[in-house]
């Protein structure tokens, strides 16, 4: 559905991602793991076409960057409907939708710069599901998020996943990863280290985080430990 | 947006019954031939002014954005400023509004050069920036050099903006201008909503960022451009437009830009109309420069933001 082969990327002047070979298909939730500087955000900039030689497709790909911000203050739905600016309308029915699924409907009216951090976090994700696009990729999408907003906020994208779309998301925090996703890939310095089912990659990522493997284990949902 | 209209459409109507022989029906000559000139050069010029402010500040998600910054306006100047330099205004007067209009054209192509192919909001900042300098400098320039000792007087009174004596002619020279970059302006909202999310999400919902900004930046040229090629330098009214527009409006940029025309349109009519109030009811020898007071009447309103903006 999405990805890059054999990709390497440079800024300004140093090599950031050395030949990473990826690819998501539909029905996954991919959540990309790894400490900051590792080429997370390079790789997802490359799925979204936004590095040089690379294209946007905005009708297929819906691209939410990290710390994403509108500059003005924009009523949520304003904003939403920014999702529909690839398809040439303001199709209120799919922003509807969109804002119903972030669970922000509420807030539709509200200025964006006047509602908390986790919501306008949620709004922003709503403008991307009001574009309808097959594929999803998101940067820190539940960083500064609450413990409940961001266990939502997974849910969401793993309920959308589930509905057979593809997200691919990058997510610091490796318990929420464990209990979502579908799929985690763990990067460091620039390459893949491990890519497949979360509980069997955990190792890896652990030591990327410079956890105790014993330590990580007690992070897996208890379901996974009785299994 | 209809009472904003009808503002425009009541202070025209003043402005036309506003003049030095003071209040009333002037005659059919006065009438075609120096105030409707003079009335809608003012509305064309603010209305430019205005959408020129809107664009600006959206296309560069910066409230401080100014039609000034992109140093358009001092090309202008300085197209002005070769004209009275080499005496050619004397011999054929619609040579200021002409110089004063290839200057702004070649201020634009140079804009264009200086901010490179890779154009970005901040590289579009700062090649505009650079053209203000060159052109201040050049300006400067000309004025130690001016061979004629009145040209430094004459061209100090045109820096400061003004719209009196202006006739069909220079009408006829700067509408098109003008009403062009309009055009140009007005078709950007929806770019405009889309880049509020930043250049890089920008792109990922299709929205070209380098072609709009490249389109921003000659669309303000042109509105801009033409209106100081007959009005002289004018500032603030691009700058706080918008500013008063977006608690009545929202701030969505898009849904600016009409509001910000008209609202340009009246607020530079209205000043063009207390211009020529000045000497008819306070002890003045002649009308205050339009742009001496649209600065006086933009601070207060800038300083009024100020402080409601907050820490």
Redo the contacts between chains.
């Keep these: 559905m999405i990805g890059v082969a054999d990709f390497s990327a440079s800024l300004g002047g140093r090599q950031v991602l050395h030949g990473v070979s990826f690819a998501a298909e539909a029905g996954a939730f991919v959540a990309i793991c790894g400490p900051n500087g590792a080429g997370k955000t390079t790789l997802l900039r490359g799925l979204a076409g936004l590095l040089p030689g690379g294209r946007a497709t905005p009708r297929r790909v819906a691209y939410v960057e990290q710390g994403a911000r509108c500059a003005w203050g924009m009523t949520v739905r304003q904003v939403a409907t920014l999702g529909r600016v690839p398809h040439g309308d303001r199709d209120g029915a799919a922003v509807d939708r969109a804002l119903a699924a972030c669970g922000v409907a509420a807030l539709a009216d509200r200025r964006i710069d006047r509602i908390s951090g986790g919501q306008a976090r949620r709004a922003m994700l709503a403008r991307a599901l009001a574009t309808e696009a097959e594929v999803l990729l998101l940067d820190e999408p539940v960083a500064d998020l609450d413990p409940r907003a961001a266990h939502e906020v997974m849910a969401l994208l793993a309920g959308l996943a589930l509905r057979g779309g593809c997200v691919v998301a990058v997510v610091h925090q490796v318990e929420l990863a464990l209990r979502y996703a579908s799929r985690m890939v763990v990067m460091a310095e620039g390459r893949i280290l491990a890519d497949g089912v979360p509980r069997e990659v955990l190792d890896v990522a652990a030591s990327c985080f410079g956890m105790a493997v014993g330590l990580a284990e007690r992070l897996l949902p208890p379901t996974d430990l009785t299994s | 947006m209809r009472w904003l209209w009808a503002t425009v459409g009541a202070l025209l109507l003043l402005s036309l019954l506003v003049g030095a022989a003071g209040f009333g029906v002037p005659d059919g000559l006065i009438l075609w031939q120096i105030r409707l000139p003079r009335t809608l050069l003012a509305a064309l010029v603010g209305a430019g002014l205005g959408v020129s402010g809107a664009v600006l500040q959206?296309a560069l998600?910066n409230p401080l954005a100014d039609p000034g910054l992109l140093g358009i306006g001092g090309c202008a100047a300085l197209g002005a400023v070769v004209a009275f330099y080499w005496g050619m205004e004397a011999v054929f007067a619609p040579a200021l509004p002409i110089g004063a209009l290839a200057g702004a054209g070649m201020g634009c192509a140079v804009l264009m050069a200086f901010s490179g192919r890779a154009l970005s909001g901040p590289s579009l900042i700062l090649a505009g920036v650079a053209l203000s300098a060159l052109a201040s400098a050049l300006i400067a320039l000309a004025l130690t050099l001016a061979p004629n000792p009145f040209a430094l007087a004459e061209i100090t009174f045109w820096l400061m903006g003004g719209l009196e004596d202006r006739t069909l002619l220079h009408l006829a020279l700067a509408a098109p201008v003008i009403v062009a970059g309009c055009a140009v302006l007005l078709r950007l909202g929806?770019r405009l909503?889309?880049?509020?999310?930043?250049e890089?999400?920008a792109?990922?919902?299709?929205?070209p960022v380098a072609q709009t900004l490249r389109l921003a930046a000659v669309g303000v040229a042109l509105a801009v451009g033409g209106g100081a090629a007959v009005a002289g330098g004018i500032g603030f009214v691009g700058l706080v437009v918008p500013h008063l527009l977006r608690p009545v409006f929202?701030?969505?940029?898009g849904g600016l830009l009409w509001p910000s025309l008209a609202g340009g349109a009246a607020i530079l009519v209205a000043a063009d109309v207390l211009a020529r109030l000045g000497p008819l009811v306070l002890p003045l020898q002649q009308e205050p420069r339009l742009g001496v007071l649209t600065a006086l009447m933009g601070a207060p309103f800038l300083v009024a933001i100020a402080r409601r903006v907050g820490p």
């Design positions: 959206g998600r929806v909503d889309a880049l509020s999310l930043g890089a999400t792109a990922t919902l299709g929205v929202g701030e969505r940029p």
